[in-house]
């Protein structure tokens, strides 16, 4: 399928829409006084997936109607004033709109309807200040509603595995590493030829440039944005994995094709390009790992967990977390940074966790500090390395107020579907590798007891000694009780085939369930959206059959890519494979954005 380069699309200026000259504007009108407004300069991304046209939505746009809504005391965010609309013909500069009711935050979604009275183009700023008696200039991009924007540099991007994209500062996505090759190594595919090419998007003006170079060339590791010193932390990854070409086993690797060095810390300059750098004396500090979880902390902080070699380890002992602390005085940007030499038997776990899934809590503690979740990873190991019984497969992390300390808690009793406490959940028994996590926020329950829920979707399994192929009933709703210290695990809706090594995204209230790979060497999924049940507020969530779209039909299937959520609740797609053959052929790889349809209602 041909992937054709985004184009922006801009127009700035000049058409107003006042609340009062508006039929369906709010009924009780806020005073002028205690209003403010936008002039919204509209730009638009163009370049679609799956399809042939290209032109601007400038052209074709009708109307806009601009929705405004801010959080209420629960956080939930709801519309503060009726709908405004505007009528657009194209030709005029840009649109304004006032009479909005001054506060902060405001979130703002701009939608744009063609003729057939669809919302079809989407845009959305969010945590805005609306001023009293001010109009303010806001830039904003229209996306595709339901469907696919391509984006990417004019020659195209490579067929990649094992990317990442980070979301940093300004709302902007760092892309770095994946594997670009694949040949056949006697009963195995060797995935190799790393990248150290770094991509920079920016979602706001829709351009994909060069950002240069990471330090090392990597695939399968993992990196986040650290927001107090604005640099990006780059842990683990492998020069080479192997997959089983009889599909027999998914990629594997093994410590000796772990990337040197194996972290590294990043800066964009002013010019976007990337300064990368680490600290050869204290690379022992790390464990070489492929795909690790890792948990930012307060002020820079990041534990690093998983990522041992599945489906069982070597005689290092992956159950320990490792740290990185900023602080510390080292030969990296800036001077500072990397990990700590930790005390033995500091931060471990209740597993090694490899191929887990981790997701941070909505809420913080009482205390202030941060709370993750962690679900599935391989067996219990322990400290030679020697794999034991299957340990729980969920437990979680809770920072301590100390700066670079914490805890990991499996205290919790698991409940399962029975409603009955249980030492291991029956139904999600043996090794569960490559799932996704989702946060689904906090709920009350009638009692007044809170509780915070999270999506876990899919993955395979290692069980009595065999890789078992992706089970599509492997899709479970957690709500975390600490009231209770109860974790009860409850069954979704299975998805239309079993995936592991997809993504999901947690977005308008739904879980998009990104692709993925249905068996253990490929077979492209396509996409699932789960939404809450409306006749079950609190209970699993569900798959609407009268939600498929076209958009579907439209993604291109892939698995081992990588994801974000933008800023505007988009999703940003990068890299994957259908079958890691595909790696054979380097051009025509994929780089998207995905907005849903129901982000427009």
């Given at each position: 399928m041909t992937l054709t380069r985004s184009r922006l699309i801009a127009?700035?200026?000049?058409?107003?829409?006042?609340?009062?000259?508006?039929?369906?504007?709010?009924?009780?009108?806020?005073?002028?006084?205690?209003?403010?407004?936008?002039?919204?300069?509209?730009?638009?991304?163009?370049?679609?997936?799956?399809?042939?046209?290209?032109?601007?939505?400038?052209?074709?746009?009708?109307?806009?109607?601009?929705?405004?809504?801010?959080?209420?005391?629960?956080?939930?965010?709801?519309?503060?004033?009726?709908?405004?609309?505007?009528?657009f013909n194209g030709t005029s500069k840009g649109i304004s709109f006032t009479g909005i009711p001054a506060g902060s935050p405001r979130e703002v979604t701009l939608l744009g309807y063609t003729q057939d009275g669809k919302p079809s183009w989407f845009a959305r700023k969010s945590a805005l200040t609306i001023n009293k008696l001010e109009t303010q200039t806001v830039d904003v991009t229209l996306m595709a509603a339901e469907g696919f924007?391509?984006?990417?540099?004019?020659?195209?991007?490579?067929?990649?595995?094992?990317?990442?994209?980070?979301?940093?500062?300004?709302?902007?996505?760092?892309?770095?590493?994946?594997?670009?090759?694949?040949?056949?190594?006697?009963?195995?595919l060797k995935l190799g030829l790393p990248q150290s090419q770094a991509w920079l998007f920016d979602p706001a003006k829709g351009t994909f440039t060069d950002a240069g170079q990471l330090a090392a060339p990597r695939g399968g590791h993992s990196a986040v944005y650290l927001p107090k010193s604005g640099k990006i932390l780059i842990v683990g990854g492998a020069k080479e994995m192997k997959v089983k070409a009889d599909g027999s086993a998914p990629p594997v690797w093994t410590p000796a094709t772990a990337v040197t060095p194996r972290w590294e810390v990043c800066k964009l300059n002013d010019k976007n390009q990337l300064e990368c750098s680490s600290d050869d004396s204290i690379q022992d500090n790390v464990r070489p790992r492929v795909m690790p979880n890792l948990m930012v902390l307060t002020a820079d902080y990041v534990v690093a967990t998983g990522g041992a070699p599945w489906p069982t380890t070597d005689s290092t002992d992956f159950r320990c977390a490792d740290l990185f602390d900023p602080t510390l005085t080292s030969q990296v940007i800036g001077g500072k940074g990397g990990f700590v030499k930790l005390k033995a038997g500091a931060l471990c776990m209740n597993g090694s966790r490899a191929g887990s899934a981790i997701a941070p809590f909505a809420t913080p503690t009482d205390a202030g500090t941060l709370r993750y979740l962690i679900w599935g990873g391989n067996q219990t190991i322990s400290a030679s390395g020697v794999s034991s019984a299957p340990g729980k497969v969920?437990?979680?992390?809770?920072?301590?107020?100390?700066?670079?300390?914490?805890?990991?808690?499996?205290?919790?009793?698991?409940?399962?579907?029975?409603?009955?406490?249980?030492?291991?959940?029956?139904?999600?028994?043996?090794?569960?590798?490559?799932?996704?996590?989702?946060?689904?926020?906090?709920?009350?329950?009638?009692?007044?007891?809170?509780?915070?829920?999270?999506?876990?979707?899919?993955?395979?399994?290692?069980?009595?000694?065999?890789?078992?192929?992706?089970?599509?009933?492997?899709?479970?709703?957690?709500?975390?009780?600490?009231?209770?210290?109860?974790?009860?695990?409850?069954?979704?809706?299975?998805?239309?085939?079993?995936?592991?090594?997809?993504?999901?995204?947690?977005?308008?209230?739904?879980?998009?369930?990104?692709?993925?790979?249905?068996?253990?060497?490929?077979?492209?999924?396509?996409?699932?959206?789960?939404?809450?049940?409306?006749?079950?507020?609190?209970?699993?969530?569900?798959?609407?059959?009268?939600?498929?779209?076209?958009?579907?039909?439209?993604?291109?299937?892939?698995?081992?890519?990588?994801?974000?959520?933008?800023?505007?609740?988009?999703?940003?797609?990068?890299?994957?494979?259908?079958?890691?053959?595909?790696?054979?052929?380097?051009?025509?790889?994929?780089?998207?954005?995905?907005?849903?349809?129901?982000?427009?209602?």
């Open positions: 127009a700035v200026g000049g058409l107003t829409c006042a609340v009062a000259a508006l039929a369906g504007c709010a009924t009780q009108p806020v005073p002028a006084e205690e209003t403010g407004g936008f002039a919204l300069k509209v730009s638009a991304l163009t370049g679609t997936c799956g399809s042939t046209s290209t032109n601007s939505p400038l052209g074709e746009i009708r109307k806009f109607k601009l929705i405004v809504r801010e959080p209420d005391a629960q956080g939930l965010l709801t519309q503060i004033m009726a709908p405004l609309e505007a009528s924007t391509c984006v990417g540099p004019e020659a195209g991007v490579n067929k990649l595995a094992f990317p990442v994209v980070t979301r940093i500062a300004s709302d902007k996505i760092l892309i770095t590493g994946g594997f670009a090759d694949a040949t056949v190594d006697g009963a195995d969920v437990e979680s992390f809770l920072e301590s107020s100390n700066l670079g300390d914490g805890r990991f808690n499996d205290d919790y009793t698991l409940v399962g579907v029975d409603g009955k406490a249980t030492t291991d959940y029956s139904e999600a028994t043996g090794s569960l590798f490559f799932p996704t996590l989702s946060s689904l926020g906090t709920a009350t329950l009638d009692s007044g007891e809170k509780v915070e829920r999270f999506a876990a979707i899919g993955g395979t399994r290692w069980k009595d000694g065999v890789w078992a192929k992706p089970n599509k009933e492997d899709a479970y709703l957690l709500t975390v009780n600490d009231a209770k210290k109860t974790i009860t695990i409850q069954k979704m809706p299975g998805l239309g085939a079993g995936v592991y090594l997809h993504s999901a995204t947690s977005t308008g209230g739904h879980v998009v369930v990104t692709g993925g790979l249905t068996g253990l060497k490929g077979g492209g999924a396509t996409m699932t959206n789960f939404e809450v049940n409306p006749d079950d507020l609190l209970g699993p969530l569900f798959i609407n059959p009268d939600s498929a779209t076209d958009a579907a039909a439209a993604f291109i299937p892939r698995g081992a890519l990588a994801t974000t959520k933008l800023s505007n609740d988009c999703i940003m797609l990068f890299g994957g494979v259908a079958d890691f053959d595909d790696l054979k052929t380097h051009d025509g790889g994929a780089s998207d954005v995905y907005c849903p349809g129901f982000l427009a209602q």
